[in-house]
Each structure stands twice: as structure tokens, then as C-alpha cells.
């Protein structure tokens, strides 16, 4: 009787819950949605000693800087065990904490830090794939009859009359330029592996794979985390039949697989399963990776509340505009225009809202280079406005922020000497190792020139990101007693560390500090509606947000002119039916005094950007923008935002 009671009271408490938290389009307010999120790579983050890596004791400790920098939600990336194929992307148990990075009993400190503080734990989730060393594919691989067989693709391959054997089909590797499949002796099969050949792809088609995957999401979600990060989900459904991949490569074997895994036929099916049976029963944070080249209605499907899935996703075009290959390829265009870049996130923030989704609004995280390299100037004499600039860029912008470690204190790319062994990561080092034997194959030449590789991986290698984080001026920058696994940048003992900017009130860190406070203050920030202007300047980058419920209005002027690299002076027009003399300016880089008016012509130093409140637009440019742009993009179909009393807790 008590336990049925029991039970009686929690089904009850969750009904109320879900009444409460319900959302049903964009617009609906949600702790989710205005949480800041702090993305945390382990073994770049904080070494509590001489371990020469990042641990989760040192996270402990830092646990206080993230709440004092405004931080409301937690993110590991991997630290469950692994191999370190690539760099715990491998994982070969997922209910056990890697022995580097420390145990369970230091995770459930850290998530009694962060809960003391009322700041979330999220956890990565990375399901397409498991590392060749978990007991499931050790199972999998011992034999054609064993029972987790199925748990994994393998197929026959093809010998030709030479006697060699070729795999299955022409799929290229997301790393390197080899196969996606790996041939196995023992069983005389090959098996799928989309990343690295120690990095197997579960077979989702089966049951029993899906169901072990809910069942390692409730036993985290049990022990206390508050959700999910989930790695490249939308690879998951394969197209039937693995057919070979369209030649979009002349010269190659292999061939880029591209809509032959993503955004597959069954993913929407199995992530309705997931939320159904795992994500709707608790009050978590769920967010996928969803790499593609797809248009923006195909990525709302994910995050629009009728369905039930997830809250949102991490989509790659904002990489592609200053790239000569797209978002994935290695090098930069150094042409690139900054009209080319707003019509990528002035697409994202108007089309996202437009198909019932919500948007994850980061710039910067362990896959890609920093962004005041990217986008501004790492000078010396730039960076710190350059870096106060992307903080308003980044914080101005709709959807759920999402900051990387080391963002805060304005890291920029590695240094320009570096040789070519100080690259570490697995995609970087098959990368070029590709490029060589495809070189030597084409030319004859023992030792190619790599000299252009070797610049685009300077400016866009993920390695840019993974530098240890800067803590203070001493040995190693703080982050730990021992050499650590990667060389520090050499900028930290120059006031580009933690401590010398939490101390200095002028600083990045001190700015961004007001930004992210800035953001929970003004909900339009957040919700409002976003509103380009001037979209054919390529010096001034602004726009409006707009609130109806809250009838906040604010517009948001920022100069990306480049000039020779160092930026330039420019002047943004404001437009005339926006009330200037209502404006007031709330946060700027430059030297124009906080709470002044605006002028009708805005003088801008190099770098310099300006938020201004109670600048509202009139409904008719609104209505206007809304009407032109909608026939210029890709169409989407019209969203019903009808209320169900069945939508699922996770969309509160």
C-alpha cells in the first residue's frame, strides 16, 4: 500500500510538473533556454596536481570561478573510460569515469558543487559509436553467431582477381582520407566505423542497442546530472543497403558519405523513442550535434516542441563562409565578406524562430579554431577590444549561449612558429598524413610540398581550441605541476590568464562577466525576435531585437571592418524608423560614455561595438523584413503551435 501511495504522489508531482513546464512554440519561456552553458574539455581544464592533464578534482576547484563568471550549466565533454583514440571520444564504458581524470565519487562532488550553487550538470553522450575496446563490440567481433553480432554493422566486402580485398562500399572517413570500414581476420567481415577504426558504429536498427542506450541515459540522469550533449546524433539511421557514395571527389577512392548517414531516414523516429522513454520523464537539458549542409527547416524538426525530441541543435554552416572546403574543409579563405557571414546566422536566428526550433547559439568549441582569430584580430593591440566585441556578437545573438573554456579570457589561435609536432589531435595528424600519400601517389615525390596544409591547419586545426586553460602567470599557466599533454599558449604570462583579468575590472573576462548578466537582465536578448538591418554592408554588422512581451527593444551595432587586418574606422547609418532619441547606450568596447543617447550616425572605432536599449523598429519593417526574407530562403513549412497536454517535460 505505502509503495503504491508512494508511487501514486511521483506520478502526480510529474503531471504537475509537466503542466507547468510545457512549451509549445519559440517564444515560451524556459530555464533552458536562458541558462548559460560553460563547455568544459577535461584535459585541457584543470589538473588538481602533477598529473600533466586536466582532472575532475582540478574542475572542483574552479567551480567557483565558473559560478562568479555567471555560469549556469556545466558541460563535459567525454571523460568516461577510454582508450583516447580520440580523446574520449572512444568510450569503452560508459558508467565509469576514465582513471585520468579521476572516479565517480569525484564526478558526484562536482555535481554537489555545482548543484549547491543551483548550476547544472550536462554530460556527453556519445552513441553513434563506441571504442573497439567496450565489452559490447569485444562480444560483437568474437563471433558471427555471438548474440551482440547485430549490435554493430559488419558486411561482406569484395576480393578482386588479384586477390585483394576491397570494403563494402566507397564511404570516405569523416578523419583522414581512408575507408569507413576495417577488415576483420577473425571473422572474415568488415565492420562500419564513420571516425577512426577504433571507433565502431553501433547498429541503431536493432532493439536492444537502443535500449541499452536509454538505460546508460537514466542511470547517469538517476545519479544526479541534469542532461545531455549528444555527439554527431544525427548520424545514427544509415540509408538502407549502404549503397556507394556519389564521386564528388575526382582523384579518390573514397568518397564523402554526406546524406547517405545524415539526417537519416529512422533518426526522428528513434529520438521520438528517446525522449518518450528516457528524456520526458525527467526535467533535463538535451542538445545534439547535427553536422550537414542542410537547410534550417531540416534541423528545426529536432528542436520544434510537437516533436519531441530534442531542445535543440548544434548545426555547422556559421564555418563554412570563411572556408575554402566548407565547414569541414582545412582552409581559410582569407577573402571571405561579411556579407557572406550574416547571411548565415541572420538565416539561422530569422528561420529557426520562423520553423517552430530554437536555436544553440555558440561560436567556439573543441572542433574549431577561436574565434578573435577567425573573425577579428589577434594583434596585440586588437585583441582585447576584438575579444569584447565577440562577447557582445556572441551574447546579442537568440538561443541558448554556450561559451568554450578560455573564451572568457579572449584565447586566441596557436602561435604561427609552432612546428608541426605540436598538433596533436587525431584529425589534424590524419589529415596531413592523407594529404602526403595522396601527394607523393600524384606527384612522385617523396617529400610533397605541405606548406599550404600546413597554414590552413594553423588557422582552422581543432588543436587551436584544446591549449591548456590559462589559470595564472607561473609555470604552465596554472594548469598544472607537470608538463602538460599539450603545450601551453605563450601569450599567458601577458595578462592572458584568469587571474590577471578577474583583477583587472577593464579586462575580457570582466566584460564578459557583464554580458552574461546583461543577457539574463534584458529577456530580448534571448527571445526577441531578430530583426537585420543594412544587410548589404560590409563594414557594420547590426540588427534589432525585439520582445513583445516584455516590449523590450534594443539594437545592437558592432564594426567588423577589416581593413589591412587590424580593423578600421567606419560610420553605421541608423535606420529612420528606428527612435534614436529614445535610445540609450547600455554596454560598449570604445569610448562612448554608457547611458548617452545615440546619434542618427554612429561613429565606430576598429572593433568597436555598441548595444543600445529602447531603439524600437516599427512593426511595418518587421512584417516587411519578415515577408522578403521568407521568399528569398529555402521554404519551410508552416508550424501549428497547438498546446498538448502530452508534450513531454523535457521542452520546459
Not at 636 to 652: D, I, K, M
Amino acid at each position: 500500500m505505502a509503495d503504491s501511495i508512494k508511487a501514486g504522489l511521483e506520478a502526480g508531482v510529474h503531471v504537475v510538473k509537466q503542466a507547468l513546464a510545457t512549451v509549445t512554440k519559440p517564444s515560451d519561456r524556459a530555464w533552458w533556454k536562458e541558462a548559460t552553458v560553460y563547455q568544459i574539455y577535461p584535459a585541457s581544464f584543470a589538473d588538481h596536481a602533477a598529473n600533466g592533464h586536466g582532472t575532475l578534482r582540478g574542475v572542483l576547484a574552479r567551480i567557483p570561478y565558473l559560478h562568479d563568471l555567471g555560469v549556469d550549466v556545466v558541460w563535459f565533454s567525454p571523460i568516461y573510460a577510454s582508450p583516447q583514440a580520440d580523446m574520449g571520444y572512444d568510450i569503452s564504458d560508459y558508467r565509469a569515469i576514465d582513471a585520468r581524470y579521476g572516479s565517480l565519487e569525484d564526478w558526484d562532488a562536482v555535481r554537489d558543487a555545482c548543484h549547491e550553487r543551483r548550476m547544472k550538470v550536462v554530460m556527453d553522450l556519445v552513441v553513434n559509436h563506441t571504442s573497439d575496446q567496450h565489452a559490447w563490440f569485444t562480444e560483437s567481433r568474437s563471433s558471427r553467431t555471438n548474440p551482440k553480432r547485430d549490435w554493430y554493422i559488419w558486411r561482406d566486402g569484395t576480393v578482386d582477381a588479384s586477390g585483394v580485398r576491397h570494403p563494402p562500399n566507397n564511404w570516405n572517413s569523416s578523419f583522414g582520407a581512408g575507408p569507413t570500414w576495417t577488415y576483420d581476420e577473425h571473422t572474415d567481415q568488415w565492420y562500419l566505423h564513420l571516425f577512426l577504426k577504433e571507433q565502431p558504429d553501433l547498429n541503431w536498427e536493432n532493439a536492444e542497442v537502443r535500449a541499452a542506450v536509454w538505460d546508460t541515459m537514466r542511470w547517469w540522469l538517476d545519479r544526479g546530472a541534469d542532461g545531455f550533449r549528444m555527439d554527431v546524433i544525427n548520424y545514427i539511421s544509415k540509408v538502407p543497403g549502404l549503397p556507394d557514395a556519389p564521386v564528388t571527389v575526382p582523384g579518390r577512392e573514397c568518397q564523402p558519405f554526406g546524406p547517405l548517414s545524415i539526417n537519416g531516414p529512422k533518426v526522428h523516429d528513434w529520438l521520438k523513442e528517446m525522449n518518450r522513454e528516457v528524456l520526458c520523464r525527467y526535467d533535463c537539458f538535451a542538445v545534439g550535434e547535427t553536422p550537414g549542409n542542410d537547410a534550417v527547416e531540416v534541423y528545426a524538426q529536432y528542436s520544434r516542441p510537437e516533436s519531441r525530441e530534442l531542445q535543440m541543435v548544434f548545426h555547422f554552416h556559421h564555418f563554412g563562409f570563411d572556408r575554402k572546403q566548407g565547414a569541414y574543409g582545412r582552409r581559410e579563405d582569407e577573402n571571405w565578406k561579411l556579407t557572406e557571414m550574416k547571411k548565415v546566422f541572420n538565416m539561422w536566428q530569422v528561420d529557426m524562430e520562423r520553423a517552430g526550433g530554437w536555436n544553440s547559439n555558440y561560436l567556439e568549441n573543441h572542433d574549431q579554431p577561436r574565434t578573435i582569430t577567425r573573425l577579428a584580430s589577434d594583434h596585440p593591440a586588437d585583441r582585447a577590444r576584438s575579444a569584447k566585441l565577440l562577447a557582445m556578437f556572441h551574447s546579442s545573438l537568440g538561443g541558448t549561449q554556450f561559451v568554450y573554456q578560455g573564451q572568457e579570457i579572449g584565447l586566441c589561435n596557436v602561435p604561427r612558429n609552432w612546428p608541426e609536432d605540436e598538433y596533436k589531435d587525431v584529425a589534424t595528424i590524419q589529415y596531413l598524413e592523407g594529404e602526403r600519400v595522396y601527394r607523393r601517389q600524384t606527384t612522385g615525390e617523396a617529400d610533397p610540398d605541405m606548406s599550404d596544409c600546413l597554414r590552413g591547419i594553423r588557422r582552422t586545426a581543432r588543436d587551436n581550441g584544446r591549449t591548456p586553460m590559462q589559470w595564472d602567470e607561473t609555470e604552465y599557466a596554472g594548469f598544472s605541476k607537470a608538463k602538460p599533454w599539450m603545450r601551453v599558449h605563450d601569450d599567458y604570462a601577458d595578462g592572458w590568464n584568469a587571474k590577471a583579468q578577474m583583477a583587472d575590472p577593464d579586462s575580457v573576462w570582466r566584460f564578459w562577466q557583464r554580458m552574461l548578466r546583461l543577457r539574463k537582465e534584458y529577456d530580448t536578448l534571448i527571445y526577441g525576435s531578430f530583426i537585420p538591418l543594412d544587410e548589404a554592408n560590409e563594414e557594420s554588422y547590426a540588427w534589432g531585437r525585439t520582445d513583445k512581451l516584455t516590449g523590450q527593444a534594443l539594437l545592437v551595432v558592432l564594426n567588423f571592418a577589416r581593413g589591412d587586418g587590424r580593423g578600421k574606422n567606419t560610420v553605421f547609418h541608423v535606420p529612420a524608423d528606428i527612435d534614436v532619441d529614445a535610445a540609450r547606450l547600455l554596454i560598449t568596447n570604445g569610448a562612448a560614455k554608457e547611458g548617452s543617447s545615440a546619434p542618427r550616425a554612429i561613429d565606430l572605432e576598429p572593433w568597436e561595438g555598441r548595444i543600445l536599449s529602447h531603439a524600437p523598429l516599427n512593426r511595418g519593417r518587421q512584417h516587411c523584413y519578415r515577408r522578403v526574407h521568407a521568399a528569398t530562403r529555402l521554404s519551410s513549412r508552416s508550424v501549428a503551435h497547438s498546446p498538448s497536454p502530452h508534450t513531454p517535460l523535457l521542452n520546459t
